[in-house]
């Protein structure tokens, strides 16, 4: 197992979701959406909050400095990314100190590169539903930030 690597792949999945986020007009963050659901700020909010939830569960001494985003923040830019950046981080350590430990996520199994492809999942799924938001919104994002989301090799 190549820890390095294997951090390296989370933090490309979160360079992702600060890509996303950079290319989404601030005004944008809370469009109005056509159906229920979460705007694309709300859906780039749940992505950190869960990453929370996951730290308390796992390790607890990881949540130190983290804060949620309450619903009415999430049309803050900065904030989303600034703590987009924290979890990040704090995932990454938490990956880290599970490598170094016999592969184990406490209260994740089966082992820590299914609890990556599990995060990896979760950020994605919710970068896709901010994208239709956008787009219910009649906010579409272009063609070529569409794109570049799947251009881990240069993010």
Same mark, same amino acid.
């Given at each position: 197992?190549?820890?390095?690597q *294997?951090?390296?792949?989370?933090t490309? @999945?979160n %360079? *992702? @979701?600060?890509y996303?986020?950079?290319? *989404? /007009?601030a005004?944008?963050?809370g469009?109005a959406?056509?159906? $229920?659901g %979460?705007?694309? &700020?709300?859906?780039?909010?749940h992505i =950190? @909050?869960v %990453?929370?939830?996951?730290? $308390?569960?796992a390790? /607890?001494?990881?949540?130190?400095g983290q804060? $949620? *985003?309450? $619903?009415?923040?999430?049309g803050?830019k900065?904030? !989303?990314?600034?703590?987009l &950046?924290?979890?990040?981080?704090?995932i990454?350590k938490?990956i880290?100190?599970? #490598?170094d430990n &016999?592969g184990?996520v406490k209260?994740f199994? /089966?082992?820590?590169?299914?609890f !990556?492809g599990?995060m #990896?999942?979760?950020d994605? =799924?919710h970068r896709?539903?901010?994208?239709i938001?956008?787009?219910?919104?009649?906010?579409?994002l272009?063609k070529k930030i !569409?794109?570049g989301?799947?251009?881990?090799g240069? %993010?």
């Amino acid at each position: 197992m190549d820890k390095q690597q *294997i951090i390296e792949t989370w933090t490309i @999945n979160n %360079r *992702i @979701n600060l890509y996303l986020l950079e290319a *989404i /007009p601030a005004e944008d963050l809370g469009a109005a959406l056509t159906s $229920k659901g %979460r705007c694309a &700020g709300e859906q780039l909010a749940h992505i =950190h @909050n869960v %990453r929370l939830m996951w730290l $308390k569960a796992a390790q /607890p001494e990881l949540l130190d400095g983290q804060t $949620k *985003i309450e $619903k009415e923040q999430s049309g803050d830019k900065a904030m !989303l990314a600034q703590r987009l &950046g924290e979890s990040c981080e704090a995932i990454e350590k938490l990956i880290g100190s599970a #490598i170094d430990n &016999g592969g184990k996520v406490k209260g994740f199994k /089966p082992h820590v590169i299914g609890f !990556l492809g599990y995060m #990896i999942a979760h950020d994605s =799924h919710h970068r896709s539903q901010a994208i239709i938001a956008l787009k219910q919104a009649g906010h579409p994002l272009d063609k070529k930030i !569409l794109y570049g989301i799947w251009e881990w090799g240069s %993010r």
